[in-house]
């Protein structure tokens, strides 16, 4: 693309410069002719860093680099936590006066965005255009790697992390604390030599590392859930649960088993099944001595000792010690039969039924049992 501009002759008339054709030479340019116009050479010289991929403004923090001042001003935000623009309504601050455009819509309800094709509304662009491509199949985003498609770049970007080798954590050598990413432990850093406190929830007291954390921290308070699922539109508190559950859209599985090669979705599924292998159970019964590998087994098996029945059957008011039980129970009153035989008609309502162990069970008429 060539870039050429005409200039007014008058004092104070504004300048007006626009992309005429074929990448060659500066000169004057008619405004009769087709492209884009622009005021100042200072708007077109930003519009061309487009074209050039030039980035001459460079965080100081991460190294990140921008093509405009204005633009990395806003991204120095992330590492500052400065948020400018208060909400009038529920006084939630935001980094740029479009985030807050957006959220107002949270209070007014306003989805300006219709799908053309089934009527869903949408409060942002960008999520009408994800949501369209649920109608068109378009997958524009394709890994580099192994050349799989998906339909929003989060996604591929999620999923370019399955070819990488996990990074060794960064460690603050003051409190031994790991991070993945080299800006959040030098802001933890800074945090250190400042010596500042660590900002207090008002409502039950719990302290956190940043005011970022307390913010994600407080929604489970208030119930707030602003960050929504491109596909789905599922709504969650915070960026890390929304992107843990797009790798159910995604298949994305980005922690594997250093013994096993088994791969997992969050880094905490990791570290569980990491106990198979290691034997290691932390969670010790105080009762009996049992041990377990994971706290909510030791929760349920506590309950053998207590006699707590917590999840209750809203048909008959009979009660059972896990929500797993419960299922099984309902369906005697639902009659839902889940499990076919591959032999013969009959359908069952547990998976544990003799009756699909083996043809000997059409000769006794095995049933499922009743809970």
């Not at 400065?82 to 529920?90: M, Q």
């Not at 306003?110 to 009527?119: D, F, I, V």
Request: net charge positive.
């Amino acid at each position: 693309t060539v870039f050429r501009g005409q200039t007014g002759t008058k004092r104070g008339e504004k300048w007006r410069w626009q992309i005429l054709g074929t990448l060659g030479h500066w000169g004057r340019g008619s405004e009769t002719q087709r492209g884009l116009t622009f005021r100042f050479p200072s708007e077109l010289e930003i519009h061309r860093r487009a074209h050039t991929g030039e980035r001459p403004y460079e965080c100081g923090v991460c190294r990140k680099r921008f093509a405009t001042h204005s633009t990395l001003t806003v991204h120095g935000r992330t590492h500052t936590g400065e948020r400018p623009f208060p909400c009038p309504l529920c006084a939630k601050r935001f980094p740029t006066s479009s985030k807050l455009a957006v959220h107002r819509r949270v209070h007014t309800g306003e989805r300006p965005y219709p799908c053309g094709t089934c009527g869903k509304r949408f409060t942002i662009s960008s999520h009408l255009r994800v949501h369209e491509r649920t109608h068109t199949g378009e997958r524009p985003f394709a890994c580099a790697t192994c050349g799989k498609r998906f339909n929003t770049s989060s996604h591929r970007t999620a999923h370019q992390r399955t070819h990488r080798a996990p990074a060794a954590p960064l460690r603050c050598e003051l409190c031994r604390k790991t991070f993945t990413a080299a800006g959040r432990l030098l802001r933890h850093q800074r945090a250190h030599a400042e010596g500042r406190a660590r900002p207090v929830c008002p409502t039950c007291g719990k302290s956190f590392a940043s005011a970022g954390r307390l913010r994600a921290h407080q929604r489970s308070h208030t119930g707030e859930r602003p960050y929504p699922c491109s596909v789905c539109q599922k709504r969650f508190g915070s960026p890390g649960k929304l992107s843990v559950h797009q790798r159910t859209h995604t298949g994305e599985r980005p922690y594997p088993c250093g013994v096993c090669g088994r791969r997992f979705g969050r880094s905490d599924k990791l570290a569980l099944h990491r106990r198979t292998h290691s034997r290691e159970r932390p969670y010790g019964c105080q009762v009996c001595g049992k041990r377990f590998s994971r706290s909510d087994a030791l929760a349920v098996h506590a309950r053998t000792h207590t006699g707590e029945r917590p999840c209750g059957c809203g048909v008959c008011g009979r009660r059972f010690g896990t929500p797993g039980v419960l299922l099984l129970h309902r369906r005697t009153h639902t009659g839902e039969r889940p499990y076919p035989c591959a032999t013969c008609p009959k359908r069952f309502r547990f998976s544990t039924s003799s009756h699909l162990r083996g043809p000997p069970a059409h000769a006794h008429g095995a049933t499922g049992r009743t809970l």
